[in-house]
């Protein structure tokens, strides 16, 4: 098969919801260990669009997961179906207001992650261009716990929604399902990779165990 560079992101502006779902690890359920993130990135008729994984197999990055948890620093890496790099995010460890860069492909900066502070019961971002311009912000309340509404401009674009998914898993491991549905369709392609790109960023600071 032919590599179509322009798939993942077609695919994107096409699509009016995408479903993110974390691969099931037995692993954490029999031992309470906890295993990399790794991400289904799935389209409406449960088309694959590619995967994401966090990136650390050696022994420290194991330790790092299991002892430092959410205060680790942070690699992922999201692939297309073909096995491409489609995108990429980075954290350094900070103990406060955490920050993430987020890249198409390898290495091309599309946006930095900014969390802001926020009493309790608010988990607030901003989503910055290269230049340190705001280009979206997320502001979720805690009584919305699983909701977390992006807007440009105080209008809502797109929203991400945290999946029930199932008692067991929810319970006994850190495997969590997301959906992420786009309201405006003037969002470019590249809108719509660093929207794509937050949700794993939501999951890492507010539903690591």
Same mark, same amino acid.
């Given at each position: 098969m032919a590599y179509d560079p322009?798939?993942?992101?077609?695919?994107?502006?096409?699509?009016?919801?995408v479903y993110i779902k974390q691969r099931r690890e037995l692993t954490e359920l029999v031992t309470g260990w906890e295993t990399r993130?790794?991400?289904?990135l799935l389209l409406a008729d449960d088309k694959e669009l590619g995967t994401c994984a966090e990136q650390g197999r050696s022994l420290a990055g194991a330790l790092s997961r299991n002892f430092w948890q959410r205060y680790r620093p942070f690699e992922m890496?999201?692939?297309d179906r073909l096995g491409y790099h489609a995108f990429r995010i980075t954290s350094p460890v900070q103990w406060w207001? +955490? &920050?993430?860069t987020i890249y198409a492909g390898r290495d091309r900066v599309l946006a930095h992650v900014?969390?802001?502070?926020?009493?309790?019961? +608010? &988990?607030?971002f901003q989503i910055c261009d290269r230049a340190g311009q705001v280009r979206f912000e997320l502001d979720s309340p805690i009584w919305r716990y699983w909701t977390?509404?992006?807007?440009r401009q105080g209008?809502?674009?797109a929203v991400v929604q945290r999946l029930w998914s199932g008692a067991l898993q929810e319970l006994f491991t850190d495997a969590d399902n997301y959906s992420l549905r786009f309201g405006d369709r003037r969002l470019?392609?590249?809108?719509?990779?660093?929207?794509l790109a937050v949700v794993p960023v939501v999951d890492f600071l507010y539903f690591e165990r």
């Open positions: 322009g798939e993942f992101s077609r695919h994107l502006l096409e699509s009016e919801v993130n790794r991400f289904r890496v999201g692939y207001h +955490r &920050r993430a900014q969390q802001q502070w926020g009493w309790l019961w +608010r &988990r607030k977390f509404p992006i807007t209008r809502t674009v470019g392609a590249d809108d719509r990779l660093i929207l």
